[in-house]
């Protein structure tokens, strides 16, 4: 029988897990879940170095907010090198008899995910404060600022997924096996966790570009109506505002996105602990956790799609690796060239 157990809730029901699996029982890993992991894991790796390099290498994404999407970036390429192998592992219950590794393991992605909410967070109060506090952002939103916010973001992040190993976790299970349900108290996961780490900050997101949009959008209504005296100045003003919207837009998607991916398994947190008797389908449960994963490798491809400085950017990337690409190939046939001359010369001679 194979019982999947990873991220908030990666763990069957009661019913489905009536008493802990004996302590000699063979797990066989979801072969389909590990390869989906295995893909995620190299999408999410790849696409968040490329976000990093990026703008690492174009001096206009060096922006207060661009530095928080490198933060969110960095905690996507660990939830890829990291957090999913202890996934796979967790998903046969390993490590077995090693209680405070098997925590650590299972906290990981609670960190990464953490980090990443509170990096959007970061992004959403930025945003605010370029539209509604222009003449102070300067002073405010500086590059030093913003790696101390940085800095602060990914210590409570840790400390947060940490939580259950300063003893907030369930009596294991005699057999050893490393399973979410089986360790990680539900409670922490639906009522710290979801509510008050998830949950809060997401609606303080939503209110906060709710506010922008209106106000954005006021604004370049009111400078459309003014007909008289329509200036260079106002022109330039209304090409600001809709500059504003849509990168507000754009990041928007961005949380849109996360919560998509993220929710469903937060709702079967909250169904596995409202409910711990009731089924609930194996099939789903690991949707939702594929679905949790995912959101680390699609944000790339989001940046590509919306913003043109980071489209422009990859390309730039990609002909530069091409260009390299093919520089070394013609070096290489030259070389052979050179080496079949020397020998039809060396044989004539």
């Given at each position: 029988?194979?019982?999947?157990?990873?991220?908030?809730?990666?763990?069957?029901?009661?019913?489905?897990?009536?008493?802990?699996?004996?302590?000699?029982?063979?797990?066989?890993?979801?072969?389909?879940?590990?390869?989906?992991?295995?893909?995620?894991?190299?999408?999410?790796?790849?696409?968040?170095?490329?976000?990093?390099?990026?703008?690492?290498?174009?001096?206009?994404?060096?922006?207060?907010?661009?530095?928080?999407?490198?933060?969110?970036?960095?905690?996507?390429?660990?939830?890829?090198?990291?957090?999913?192998?202890?996934?796979?592992?967790?998903?046969?219950?390993?490590?077995?008899?090693?209680?405070?590794?098997?925590?650590?393991?299972?906290?990981?992605?609670?960190?990464?995910?953490?980090?990443?909410?509170?990096?959007?967070?970061?992004?959403?109060?930025?945003?605010?404060?370029?539209?509604?506090?222009?003449?102070?952002?300067?002073?405010?939103?500086?590059?030093?600022?913003?790696?101390?916010?940085?800095?602060?973001?990914?210590?409570?992040?840790?400390?947060?997924?940490?939580?259950?190993?300063?003893?907030?976790?369930?009596?294991?299970?005699?057999?050893?096996?490393?399973?979410?349900?089986?360790?990680?108290?539900?409670?922490?996961?639906?009522y710290f966790n979801f509510f008050a780490c998830v949950l809060t900050p997401l609606v303080i997101m939503f209110l906060i570009y709710a506010q922008i949009f209106v106000t954005v959008k006021r604004q370049v209504r009111r400078i459309a109506s003014e007909q008289s005296g329509r200036g260079e100045r106002?022109?330039?003003?209304?090409?600001?505002?809709?500059?504003?919207?849509?990168?507000?837009?754009?990041?928007?998607?961005?949380?849109?996105?996360?919560?998509?991916?993220?929710?469903?398994?937060?709702?079967?947190?909250?169904?596995?602990?409202?409910?711990?008797?009731?089924?609930?389908?194996?099939?789903?449960?690991?949707?939702?956790?594929?679905?949790?994963?995912?959101?680390?490798?699609?944000?790339?491809?989001?940046?590509?799609?919306?913003?043109?400085?980071?489209?422009?950017?990859?390309?730039?990337?990609?002909?530069?690796?091409?260009?390299?690409?093919?520089?070394?190939?013609?070096?290489?046939?030259?070389?052979?060239?050179?080496?079949v001359a020397a020998v039809r010369n060396a044989h004539q001679s």
């Amino acid at each position: 029988k194979h019982t999947n157990s990873w991220t908030p809730s990666s763990s069957n029901t009661t019913s489905s897990l009536p008493s802990p699996p004996p302590a000699d029982l063979v797990i066989s890993p979801n072969v389909a879940y590990m390869a989906a992991e295995l893909v995620i894991a190299f999408l999410s790796t790849v696409g968040n170095v490329l976000v990093c390099a990026a703008v690492g290498l174009n001096r206009k994404l060096h922006t207060v907010t661009n530095y928080f999407l490198v933060s969110l970036a960095v905690a996507d390429i660990c939830v890829g090198v990291i957090a999913i192998p202890c996934a796979i592992l967790t998903d046969i219950g390993l490590p077995r008899h090693n209680l405070y590794l098997c925590l650590l393991m299972l906290s990981v992605l609670i960190m990464f995910t953490q980090s990443s909410i509170f990096s959007l967070l970061a992004v959403a109060v930025e945003r605010y404060v370029a539209i509604f506090m222009p003449f102070r952002y300067q002073v405010l939103m500086t590059p030093r600022n913003a790696v101390l916010v940085i800095l602060t973001t990914w210590l409570l992040a840790f400390i947060i997924g940490l939580v259950p190993l300063m003893g907030w976790y369930k009596t294991p299970p005699e057999s050893g096996n490393c399973f979410f349900v089986l360790v990680v108290d539900m409670t922490y996961m639906v009522y710290f966790n979801f509510f008050a780490c998830v949950l809060t900050p997401l609606v303080i997101m939503f209110l906060i570009y709710a506010q922008i949009f209106v106000t954005v959008k006021r604004q370049v209504r009111r400078i459309a109506s003014e007909q008289s005296g329509r200036g260079e100045r106002q022109v330039r003003a209304a090409a600001s505002m809709r500059r504003e919207m849509k990168t507000a837009t754009s990041l928007f998607l961005v949380l849109f996105l996360f919560t998509i991916c993220w929710i469903p398994l937060h709702i079967i947190n909250c169904f596995l602990l409202l409910c711990p008797h009731c089924p609930v389908p194996l099939e789903l449960l690991l949707t939702a956790i594929i679905l949790s994963h995912a959101n680390s490798a699609v944000n790339p491809f989001l940046y590509a799609y919306t913003m043109t400085a980071f489209r422009d950017t990859f390309k730039a990337i990609f002909m530069c690796c091409r260009t390299l690409g093919d520089r070394e190939a013609s070096n290489a046939a030259s070389g052979d060239d050179r080496e079949v001359a020397a020998v039809r010369n060396a044989h004539q001679s």
